[in-house]
């Protein structure tokens, strides 16, 4: 799954399979349990009156897996998740969306910092590159707008994004030794300051 919400993985209905663990007076699954799925998907954890609620760790059958807190049968709390392409999310889930403060690391070492809602990159936050460099400011639906920093380890540029690749002219260049450049030519802007692609 990438980092964008396009992609979803389900879990499966709690009723499905077979099932080991405690029960309520009315037969529903409540307090501890471990559902195997008849997909093969598994759940070991906490049940409130027939669905999942509480701690819990759920494992698809290929590869990916949640480890956290659910509320009425959806990711719901803190929660980390690592997905079938290897990427990790570690954070904060609101009604089974990432929502709220969390990190993202990619397959490729990069990661992403800061604020998430309904799946998405969506307030203040940092994309880190493994390399060191990074990008900062303030994603609205998974796009960079508004004031922010591209900070390298010899240079930082500040300006206004304009999308996630690139920075409005006039811009300013700091320099490690103090020097302070105002860039108004987009020609020497994007020579100097490349952004590597996710």
């Known amino acids: 799954m990438s980092d964008d919400g396009e992609e979803e993985i389900k879990e499966e209905a709690p009723t499905l399979g077979t ?4 029960r309520n007076e009315a037969k529903k699954r409540h307090g501890k349990g471990k559902n195997i799925f008849v997909n093969g998907d598994e759940y070991d954890g ?5 669905v999942r609620s509480g701690y819990g760790v759920y494992k698809w059958k ?3 897996r949640y480890t956290g807190e659910y509320k009425n049968d959806l990711r719901h709390g803190q929660g980390y998740f690592v997905y079938p392409d290897g990427s990790k999310y570690r954070g904060q889930f609101v009604e089974g969306k990432r929502e709220g403060q969390g990190s993202y690391l990619y397959p490729n070492g990069d990661m992403y910092q800061g604020e ?3 799946d998405l990159k969506d307030g203040k ?3 880190v590159y493994k390399n060191g460099s990074k990008k900062t400011g303030t994603f609205v639906a998974g796009i960079l707008q508004g004031p922010g920093e ?3 380890p010899d240079h930082k540029v500040s300006g206004e994004w304009k999308g996630n690749t690139s920075m409005a002219i006039p811009a300013k260049i700091t320099f490690a030794t103090g020097f302070v450049k105002n860039i108004e030519d987009p020609q020497f802007f994007t020579g100097i300051i ?3 692609q996710p």
């Open 19 to 22: 099932y080991e663990g405690e």
């Open 46 to 50: 906490q049940y409130e009156d027939g």
């Open 62 to 64: 290929g590869g990916a």
């Open 116 to 118: 998430w809602k309904n």
């Open 125 to 127: 936050g940092a994309y």
């Open 150 to 152: 591209i900070i390298h």
């Open 194 to 196: 490349p952004i590597p």
